[in-house]
Protein backbone atom coordinates (compact mmCIF):
# COMPACT_ATOMS: atom_id res chain seq x y z
CA UNK A 1 0.00 0.00 0.00
CA UNK A 2 0.80 3.95 -0.15
CA UNK A 3 3.89 4.57 2.34
CA UNK A 4 5.40 7.29 4.16
CA UNK A 5 8.66 7.97 3.90
CA UNK A 6 10.66 9.64 7.10
CA UNK A 7 14.35 10.74 7.17
CA UNK A 8 17.01 9.86 8.90
CA UNK A 9 15.65 7.46 11.19
CA UNK A 10 17.87 8.17 13.65
CA UNK A 11 19.62 11.54 14.70
CA UNK A 12 21.98 12.41 17.24
CA UNK A 13 22.43 16.60 18.07
CA UNK A 14 24.08 18.93 20.45
CA UNK A 15 21.23 20.80 22.38
CA UNK A 16 21.07 24.23 20.39
CA UNK A 17 22.08 22.79 17.01
CA UNK A 18 19.45 23.28 14.59
CA UNK A 19 17.79 19.65 13.20
CA UNK A 20 15.43 18.78 10.15
CA UNK A 21 13.03 16.16 10.16
CA UNK A 22 12.04 15.05 6.58
CA UNK A 23 9.06 13.19 5.70
CA UNK A 24 8.04 12.09 2.38
CA UNK A 25 4.53 11.58 2.07
CA UNK A 26 2.46 9.66 0.18
CA UNK A 27 2.51 11.06 -3.57
CA UNK A 28 -1.69 12.59 -4.15
CA UNK A 29 -2.56 13.74 -0.24
CA UNK A 30 -2.99 17.11 0.74
CA UNK A 31 -2.80 16.83 4.50
CA UNK A 32 0.21 16.30 6.63
CA UNK A 33 1.01 16.14 9.95
CA UNK A 34 3.49 15.55 12.66
CA UNK A 35 3.11 13.93 16.03
CA UNK A 36 5.85 13.28 19.16
CA UNK A 37 6.20 10.83 21.28
CA UNK A 38 8.45 10.65 24.13
CA UNK A 39 9.46 7.23 25.27
CA UNK A 40 7.15 5.33 27.41
CA UNK A 41 4.69 8.08 26.47
CA UNK A 42 1.58 8.25 24.12
CA UNK A 43 1.71 9.73 20.93
CA UNK A 44 0.83 13.54 21.12
CA UNK A 45 -0.50 15.66 17.95
CA UNK A 46 2.17 18.57 17.14
CA UNK A 47 0.89 20.04 14.20
CA UNK A 48 -1.09 19.86 10.73
CA UNK A 49 -0.29 21.24 7.06
CA UNK A 50 -2.96 22.02 4.53
CA UNK A 51 -2.64 24.13 1.50
CA UNK A 52 0.75 25.88 2.49
CA UNK A 53 -0.36 26.65 5.84
CA UNK A 54 -0.45 25.65 9.34
CA UNK A 55 -3.81 24.44 10.34
CA UNK A 56 -3.38 23.58 13.93
CA UNK A 57 -0.84 22.72 16.11
CA UNK A 58 -0.59 21.98 19.91
CA UNK A 59 0.98 23.38 22.72
CA UNK A 60 3.74 20.95 22.13
CA UNK A 61 4.67 23.16 19.16
CA UNK A 62 7.21 25.90 20.59
CA UNK A 63 7.96 28.97 19.00
CA UNK A 64 10.88 26.97 17.85
CA UNK A 65 9.52 24.60 15.80
CA UNK A 66 8.52 25.05 12.06
CA UNK A 67 7.29 23.25 9.31
CA UNK A 68 7.03 23.71 5.34
CA UNK A 69 6.79 21.60 2.28
CA UNK A 70 8.15 23.93 -0.21
CA UNK A 71 7.32 22.91 -3.82
CA UNK A 72 5.63 19.88 -2.92
CA UNK A 73 8.80 17.78 -1.85
CA UNK A 74 9.74 16.90 1.73
CA UNK A 75 7.22 18.46 4.29
CA UNK A 76 9.97 18.79 7.27
CA UNK A 77 9.81 19.74 10.68
CA UNK A 78 13.17 22.27 11.74
CA UNK A 79 13.77 22.51 15.00
CA UNK A 80 15.98 25.36 16.15
CA UNK A 81 17.84 25.42 18.93
CA UNK A 82 17.12 21.89 20.13
CA UNK A 83 16.72 21.21 23.88
CA UNK A 84 17.31 18.20 25.82
CA UNK A 85 13.15 17.57 26.33
CA UNK A 86 12.89 16.95 22.20
CA UNK A 87 14.00 14.15 22.43
CA UNK A 88 11.56 11.72 20.85
CA UNK A 89 10.29 9.52 18.42
CA UNK A 90 8.93 11.94 15.65
CA UNK A 91 6.32 10.43 13.12
CA UNK A 92 4.77 11.81 9.75
CA UNK A 93 1.92 10.90 8.69
CA UNK A 94 -0.27 12.21 5.58
CA UNK A 95 -4.01 11.76 4.28
CA UNK A 96 -6.01 12.42 1.51
CA UNK A 97 -8.79 14.85 3.08
CA UNK A 98 -9.44 16.17 6.92
CA UNK A 99 -11.43 15.10 9.67
CA UNK A 100 -12.03 11.30 9.53
CA UNK A 101 -9.68 10.38 6.97
CA UNK A 102 -7.23 7.33 7.41
CA UNK A 103 -4.17 8.87 8.16
CA UNK A 104 -0.74 7.31 6.68
CA UNK A 105 2.22 7.17 9.02
CA UNK A 106 6.20 7.01 8.72
CA UNK A 107 8.18 4.56 11.24
CA UNK A 108 9.13 7.69 12.54
CA UNK A 109 12.53 9.59 13.35
CA UNK A 110 14.26 8.66 16.85
CA UNK A 111 16.28 12.15 17.67
CA UNK A 112 18.23 12.12 20.83
CA UNK A 113 19.35 15.44 22.17
CA UNK A 114 22.67 15.44 24.27
CA UNK B 1 -10.50 18.30 25.91
CA UNK B 2 -10.85 15.42 24.79
CA UNK B 3 -9.00 11.87 26.45
CA UNK B 4 -8.31 8.60 24.97
CA UNK B 5 -7.68 5.79 27.89
CA UNK B 6 -6.80 2.33 26.85
CA UNK B 7 -6.82 0.92 30.28
CA UNK B 8 -4.45 -2.57 29.50
CA UNK B 9 -1.16 -1.90 29.08
CA UNK B 10 -0.54 -5.54 27.93
CA UNK B 11 -2.93 -8.21 26.89
CA UNK B 12 -1.56 -11.90 26.67
CA UNK B 13 -3.03 -14.46 24.54
CA UNK B 14 -2.75 -17.51 23.17
CA UNK B 15 -3.19 -18.41 19.07
CA UNK B 16 -6.95 -18.76 18.62
CA UNK B 17 -8.09 -17.01 21.35
CA UNK B 18 -10.23 -14.10 21.28
CA UNK B 19 -9.33 -11.19 22.33
CA UNK B 20 -10.76 -7.42 23.33
CA UNK B 21 -8.51 -4.71 23.62
CA UNK B 22 -10.59 -1.58 25.94
CA UNK B 23 -10.69 2.19 24.68
CA UNK B 24 -12.69 4.87 26.96
CA UNK B 25 -12.69 8.59 25.93
CA UNK B 26 -14.21 11.57 26.99
CA UNK B 27 -15.33 14.59 25.38
CA UNK B 28 -18.10 16.94 25.57
CA UNK B 29 -18.45 16.99 21.43
CA UNK B 30 -19.11 15.25 18.44
CA UNK B 31 -16.10 12.65 17.34
CA UNK B 32 -15.26 10.00 14.94
CA UNK B 33 -12.58 6.99 16.45
CA UNK B 34 -10.12 5.14 14.85
CA UNK B 35 -7.90 1.95 15.34
CA UNK B 36 -4.46 1.78 14.69
CA UNK B 37 -1.68 -1.01 14.61
CA UNK B 38 2.42 -0.56 15.00
CA UNK B 39 4.50 -3.47 14.55
CA UNK B 40 8.42 -3.10 15.85
CA UNK B 41 10.14 -0.46 13.90
CA UNK B 42 7.14 -0.04 12.01
CA UNK B 43 4.83 3.23 11.59
CA UNK B 44 1.33 2.93 12.21
CA UNK B 45 -1.40 1.26 10.13
CA UNK B 46 -5.03 2.06 9.99
CA UNK B 47 -7.21 -1.00 11.01
CA UNK B 48 -11.07 0.48 11.20
CA UNK B 49 -12.79 3.85 12.26
CA UNK B 50 -16.34 4.66 13.31
CA UNK B 51 -17.61 8.19 11.67
CA UNK B 52 -21.48 7.77 11.99
CA UNK B 53 -23.96 5.35 11.13
CA UNK B 54 -23.60 1.20 12.51
CA UNK B 55 -22.06 1.13 15.51
CA UNK B 56 -20.04 -1.84 14.70
CA UNK B 57 -17.45 -1.54 12.22
CA UNK B 58 -15.40 -4.06 10.16
CA UNK B 59 -11.48 -3.83 9.62
CA UNK B 60 -8.94 -5.25 8.27
CA UNK B 61 -7.37 -9.01 9.19
CA UNK B 62 -11.10 -10.03 11.16
CA UNK B 63 -10.83 -7.19 13.24
CA UNK B 64 -13.97 -5.37 14.23
CA UNK B 65 -15.06 -2.85 17.09
CA UNK B 66 -17.99 -1.23 18.69
CA UNK B 67 -18.81 2.03 19.22
CA UNK B 68 -21.13 3.00 22.36
CA UNK B 69 -21.78 6.45 23.42
CA UNK B 70 -23.65 5.51 26.44
CA UNK B 71 -20.05 3.67 27.67
CA UNK B 72 -18.20 6.28 25.92
CA UNK B 73 -16.00 3.41 24.74
CA UNK B 74 -14.42 1.61 21.24
CA UNK B 75 -13.41 -1.49 21.98
CA UNK B 76 -11.45 -3.82 19.27
CA UNK B 77 -12.17 -7.47 18.82
CA UNK B 78 -10.76 -9.92 17.00
CA UNK B 79 -12.29 -13.66 17.13
CA UNK B 80 -9.33 -15.57 16.78
CA UNK B 81 -5.75 -14.32 16.94
CA UNK B 82 -2.34 -15.11 15.32
CA UNK B 83 0.90 -14.98 16.37
CA UNK B 84 1.18 -12.21 13.70
CA UNK B 85 -1.60 -10.10 15.22
CA UNK B 86 1.83 -9.28 18.07
CA UNK B 87 1.96 -5.40 17.91
CA UNK B 88 0.94 -2.64 19.74
CA UNK B 89 -2.86 -1.79 19.20
CA UNK B 90 -3.75 2.24 19.64
CA UNK B 91 -6.86 4.04 19.88
CA UNK B 92 -7.35 7.51 17.94
CA UNK B 93 -9.63 10.30 18.33
CA UNK B 94 -10.85 13.11 16.70
CA UNK B 95 -13.11 15.89 15.97
CA UNK B 96 -15.99 16.01 13.86
CA UNK B 97 -16.33 19.74 12.28
CA UNK B 98 -12.77 20.97 12.49
CA UNK B 99 -11.71 19.30 9.78
CA UNK B 100 -8.20 19.39 10.68
CA UNK B 101 -7.63 15.65 11.26
CA UNK B 102 -6.05 15.91 14.31
CA UNK B 103 -5.82 12.78 16.18
CA UNK B 104 -5.71 12.33 20.10
CA UNK B 105 -3.93 8.90 20.84
CA UNK B 106 -4.21 6.33 23.91
CA UNK B 107 -1.21 5.24 25.60
CA UNK B 108 -1.15 1.63 23.47
CA UNK B 109 -2.22 -1.67 24.27
CA UNK B 110 0.71 -4.52 23.69
CA UNK B 111 -0.67 -7.44 22.57
CA UNK B 112 1.38 -10.57 22.68
CA UNK B 113 -0.14 -13.78 20.76
CA UNK B 114 1.59 -16.99 22.07
CA UNK B 115 2.07 -19.67 19.31
Known amino acids: GPKVLQIPSHQIIDMGQMVTLNCDPV?????FYWYKQILGQQMEFLVN????????KSKLFKDQFSVERPDGSYFTLKIQPTALEDSAVYFC????????????FGPGTRLTVL | TQTVSQSDAHVTVFEGDSVELRCNYS??????LSWYIQHHGRGLQFLLKYYSGNPVVQGVNGFEAEFSKSDSSFHLRKASVHWSDSAVYFC?????????????FGHGTILRVHP
Open chain 1, 49 to 56: FYNGKVME
Open chain 2, 92 to 104: AAGYTGANTGKLT
Open chain 1, 27 to 31: SNHLY
Open chain 2, 27 to 32: YGGSIY
Open chain 1, 93 to 104: ASSLSGEGAEQF
